[in-house]
């Protein structure tokens, strides 16, 4: 079975979910484009996630993907919680910021059952997770209103526990891929491997449908990555610059600069690893810090920071997420980039 004919799309080509930087109008366009959009729920309450797909469904028929997080969520340390404060003290002080005013939070919420309540209104094509899959009761109320369940591999191991809890396909995630980081077998960044390392070694140990995602930006990407075994691809950074995409002005001008060429993987924004553009709060802290709180209890203390530098111009302290391979990001609609993308499936 093609990936195509499992998803209901035209191409083998996902849009990456990237909570923050698109809502439901870059979904529907790369949809309208032949792609699978996707949307990133993970920011949503149930309430939110309904608006979101009422405008989605007013914008395209065809089918979509809806992206949601299924990490367990931590206990707050308030120790831990303190220390990470403190570290962050200076730059509350530069910035003119009352750390008492700052609330803790509980920030991205996991799947739960009132998002399956959601699912069974709208009946998605295509559920994805990331941080592996929900408790089976939840992943049975995703299946049960018919749509087909994707997760994030960083390993093989991981592709394997997919693969055997239920996942449709797999998406093998690699190293050079921007935003957070879909392991959940093991917290050991180094077990990561490259995209083209990573995919043959997954496509050889599953027998679902692998789709490579990691620094493919262009169709020579597409094809590479097509010629090791990937049933299709997933693309994300090279979407953020499209007309479409909600992403910041300041994310916009460090994805098309200089800065953009240098990325690491960074715990700073929600206490779990995540590929971004290199700033400030990054080389001064230290990409990873084992001060920050548990995900996602990291984004309370350090928001407010990235909201008053924001409102100054800056990105010294925002998340700017970015794969190592941003040449494919372009001021154009999303159904340009699609087409160029597509040009990898037939060449």
């Not at 992206?67 to 530069?94: G, K, Q, S």
């Not at 990573?198 to 496509?203: A, F, Y």
């Not at 010294?316 to 494919?328: C, E, I, K, V, Y």
């Amino acid at each position: 079975m093609t990936l195509q004919s499992l998803l209901g799309c035209t191409l083998p080509l996902i849009q990456a979910p990237m909570a923050g930087s698109h809502n439901h109008t870059l979904t529907a366009a790369v949809c309208n484009a032949g792609g699978l959009g996707s949307l990133a729920c993970a920011l949503f309450d149930a309430s939110a996630l309904r608006l979101e797909l009422e405008a989605l469904t007013r914008k395209t028929t065809q089918p979509f993907n809806l992206n949601f997080f299924c990490h367990t969520p931590p206990r707050v340390d308030a120790a831990r919680d303190a220390a990470w404060r403190t570290a962050l003290r200076p730059y509350y002080a530069e910035l003119d910021i009352d750390p008492a005013s700052i609330s803790s939070g509980p920030g991205r919420l996991p799947f739960s059952a009132e998002m399956a309540d959601v699912l069974d209104e709208f009946r998605p094509a295509v559920v994805s997770f990331h941080f592996g899959l929900p408790a089976a009761e939840l992943l049975a109320r995703v299946k049960a209103c018919g749509a087909k369940v994707l997760s994030s591999a960083t390993t093989v191991e991981e592709a394997r526990w997919l693969e055997a809890h239920g996942a449709d396909a797999i998406i093998a995630q690699g190293l050079e891929a921007g935003g957070h980081r879909g392991m959940f077998l093991s917290e050991d960044l180094n077990r990561q491997l490259g995209t083209f390392a990573l995919l043959p070694q997954i496509v050889q140990a599953v027998q679902v449908p692998v789709i490579a995602a990691g620094g493919i930006a262009d169709a020579q990407g597409v094809r590479a990555a097509m010629a090791l075994g990937a049933s299709g691809v997933q693309v994300g950074t090279a979407y953020l610059c499209c007309d479409e995409a909600s992403t910041s002005a300041i994310h916009r001008a460090a994805l098309l600069s200089p800065a953009a060429q240098h990325t690491a993987l960074t715990n700073l924004f929600s206490g779990r690893p995540a590929r971004g553009i290199v700033n400030r709060v990054m080389r001064e802290l230290g990409p990873i810090s084992p001060l920050a709180p548990a995900f996602p209890l990291a984004t309370s203390a350090i928001a407010p920071l990235r909201s008053q530098a924001e409102s100054q111009g800056s990105g010294d302290f925002s998340p700017l997420w970015a794969g190592q391979n941003t040449r494919g990001c372009q001021a154009i609609g999303a159904a340009e980039l699609t087409a160029q993308l597509a040009q990898g499936f037939t060449h």
